[in-house]
């Protein structure tokens, strides 16, 4: 009894530490930092799915399946990273462009766009035939150079 009420103070101790450290106001660096780093995993697990849907790379389901999900998932976390305080950030080099805090519903949108693309990619992988699977890649991608189009500066 005594050691069960231990053991369930452990988990408890370890959350509070999170949630203090989630109420503490992150840096800018370190969110854009992070938002980077969730738009570099979109670019791995997306690019070998382009690569199929382009017929450049075999058609392989499995591997569609665990990538669609991941994205799926990764298209949801760069958001926050967008906050207002990263917006004369100086310190780490960024590519966002001006328009993400001058346009902010256009760029909600495109958010919003691409978030229904990658969960619809997600569905369809598990259900679709290759054909449906492949132009939904396709939209997928459309949905990220849209945006990116309008909101990051142009990659040399
Ligand atoms: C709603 C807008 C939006 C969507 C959708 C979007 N991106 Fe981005 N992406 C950005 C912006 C803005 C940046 C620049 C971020 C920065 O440098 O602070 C960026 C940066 C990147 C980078 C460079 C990361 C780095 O380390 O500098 C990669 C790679 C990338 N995006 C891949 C993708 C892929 C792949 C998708 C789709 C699966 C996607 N993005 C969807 C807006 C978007």
């Known amino acids: 009894m005594t050691k069960n009420v231990w053991l369930a103070g452990i988990p408890l101790a370890i959350?509070?530490?999170?949630?203090?450290a989630a109420f503490a106001q992150a840096k800018p660096e370190v969110l854009?930092?992070?938002r980077q780093a969730a738009m570099t995993l979109q670019g791995k697990y997306f690019g070998p799915l382009a690569g199929m849907a382009q017929g450049k790379a075999p058609?392989?389901?499995d591997t569609v399946v665990r990538n669609a999900e991941f994205l799926g998932a990764l298209s949801k976390m760069p958001w926050d990273g967008f906050a207002e305080s990263t917006k004369?950030?100086?310190s780490?080099?960024?590519?966002a462009l001006p328009a993400i805090w001058k346009d902010t519903d256009k760029f909600k949108q495109a958010q919003q766009h691409f978030e229904e693309e990658a969960s619809k990619l997600a569905q369809v992988s598990k259900n679709g035939d290759e054909a449906a699977v492949k132009a939904q890649i396709g939209a997928t991608g459309k949905a990220c150079g849209g945006c990116h189009?309008?909101?990051?500066?142009?990659q040399q």
């Not at 959350?15 to 203090?20: C, I, M, N, R």
């Not at 780490?92 to 590519?95: E, F, L, N, P, S």
């Not at 189009?149 to 142009?154: A, G, N, T, Y």
């Open 15 to 20: 959350g509070v530490g999170y949630v203090a």
């Open 32 to 34: 854009v930092k992070q």
């Open 59 to 61: 058609y392989n389901k």
């Open 88 to 90: 004369d950030e100086k």
């Open 92 to 95: 780490v080099k960024t590519a």
């Open 149 to 154: 189009q309008d909101f990051r500066e142009k």
